[in-house]
């Protein structure tokens, strides 16, 4: 059943008529053209699709329309600011820490909540935090890597 979805998208006031039963990575690729949440396995287990919603790391093929109606979503379109990247985007960037760079998206959303709740934390943590979302090209080393550094250059 189609119902008006309001919700705030990257820090604007959204609103769109759909299904409540669409999954929110549909709706981002093909209602709002934000194309850079992908698609992995469609179960939610992958991380390919993580978004944060209300700052909290979501797999959005595991979430329909109608749970996000007031919450706020942030893509990874909406991390960097005035054309300039996020520090952690930037930290993979520099560390090279992608190899086909489908997971990355997904990586960097997720690094962006472990950091928020933890801005200081351990390799160890690092690793834990970062164990549920899969990268299938071995960029493992290099991810935490680019967690560390970012942790970093965010307190600076």
Same mark, same amino acid.
């Given at each position: 059943?189609?119902?008006? !979805? =309001?919700?705030?998208?990257?820090?604007?006031?959204?609103?769109?008529?759909?299904?409540?039963?669409?999954?929110?990575?549909? +709706?981002?690729?093909?209602?709002?053209?934000?194309? @850079?949440?992908?698609?992995?396995? @469609?179960? @939610?287990?992958?991380?390919?699709?993580?978004?944060? !919603? $209300? &700052?909290?790391?979501?797999?959005?093929?595991?979430?329909? %329309?109608? $749970?996000?109606?007031?919450?706020?979503?942030?893509?990874?379109? @909406?991390?960097?600011?005035?054309?300039?990247? *996020?520090?952690?985007?930037?930290?993979?960037?520099? *560390? $090279?820490?992608? /190899?086909?760079?489908?997971?990355?998206?997904?990586?960097? %959303?997720?690094?962006?909540?472990?950091? &928020?709740?933890?801005?200081?934390?351990?390799?160890?943590?690092?690793?834990?935090? %970062?164990?549920? &979302?899969?990268?299938?090209?071995?960029? *493992? &080393? =290099?991810?935490? $890597?680019?967690?560390?550094?970012?942790?970093? +250059?965010?307190? /600076?």
């Amino acid at each position: 059943m189609e119902k008006n !979805i =309001q919700f705030e998208l990257n820090g604007k006031k959204v609103e769109i008529i759909l299904d409540q039963e669409q999954s929110l990575l549909w +709706a981002l690729r093909t209602h709002f053209e934000l194309t @850079g949440t992908k698609y992995g396995c @469609g179960l @939610g287990f992958c991380g390919a699709c993580t978004v944060l !919603i $209300d &700052n909290e790391p979501v797999r959005s093929c595991a979430i329909y %329309m109608a $749970d996000v109606e007031g919450k706020k979503i942030t893509t990874i379109e @909406g991390l960097g600011t005035n054309g300039k990247l *996020h520090p952690i985007q930037q930290a993979f960037v520099d *560390h $090279d820490a992608m /190899q086909c760079g489908y997971c990355t998206p997904g990586m960097i %959303m997720n690094a962006v909540s472990l950091l &928020n709740k933890n801005p200081d934390p351990t390799r160890l943590q690092i690793i834990e935090g %970062m164990n549920d &979302n899969y990268c299938r090209c071995g960029a *493992h &080393n =290099q991810i935490v $890597d680019a967690v560390e550094s970012a942790a970093k +250059a965010i307190k /600076q």
